[in-house]
């Protein structure tokens, strides 16, 4: 019943992020999606939604992570769940300790700025490991549901390594580029958040409807 029931907390915190995320669009329309990572939603009015957004993603994916423990017995599912449960950190973290206004010199950053850079590094690599990690453990368990948990875990990375490749290209110190790659960087950000929630459901789901 225990498992159900996170299963079922999962489905519904993941939602919330979603739902706090849309919302924060139609609140913050000066933010330009293509433009800005959803981290800069936490700066100025409505940032409490964004620290919502972060704390639901993280409560879904540790939900998740219970929910799993019965169900993943391999040792690769085991350091699934592991990473499942440092993404919950992370993301609890990054919901904690906003971000700094863009472009802060790293000397002068604030501890909620340099304590949100430590929630990226460890949230980010964590979450989308434990995505491919537990796509390929579940895929056996989920039936015709395994190849659109496996179709979604590779929306989740190549939206990682385009963000990636734009953050490269745009590299630090340099003075923005209103024309450069930088203004696309917020569409593989979003697609990737928006995609972890859809993957956090779908994982869910099977345990939930038991």
């Keep these: ?19 706090a995320l849309i919302a924060l669009h139609i609140l913050k329309p000066e933010l330009h999606p293509s433009r800005t990572m959803i981290s800069r939603y936490a700066l100025g009015p409505y940032g409490w939604i964004m620290a919502l957004c972060f704390a639901a993603f993280g409560m879904a994916s540790g939900s998740l992570a219970v929910a799993m423990v019965p ?30 206004p ?21 949230g980010v690599p964590s979450m989308v490991l434990a995505v491919l990690v537990l796509s390929f453990a579940l895929r056996g368990q989920l039936a015709s549901a395994g190849w659109l948990l496996m179709t979604v875990a590779a929306v989740i990375w190549i939206s990682l390594i385009v963000m990636i490749a734009i953050m490269i290209k745009v590299g630090p110190g340099r003075p923005p580029d209103p024309n450069g790659p930088e ?10 958040m928006v995609a972890y929630a859809v993957w956090l459901m779908i994982a869910a789901w099977p345990v939930a409807r038991w």
């Design 1 to 19: 019943m225990t498992t159900v029931f996170a299963a079922r907390a999962t489905i519904a915190a993941a939602a919330v992020s979603l739902v």
């Design 71 to 100: 169900h993943v017995r391999a040792p690769g599912g085991r350091i699934g769940i592991a990473l499942l449960l440092t993404a919950a950190v992370g993301l609890v973290m990054a919901a904690r300790f906003p971000m700094d």
């Design 102 to 122: 863009v472009n802060t010199p790293r000397a002068q950053m604030s501890h909620s700025g340099r304590m949100h850079s430590v929630a990226f590094l460890l």
């Design 183 to 192: 203004r696309f960087v917020g569409l593989p950000n979003r697609l990737l």
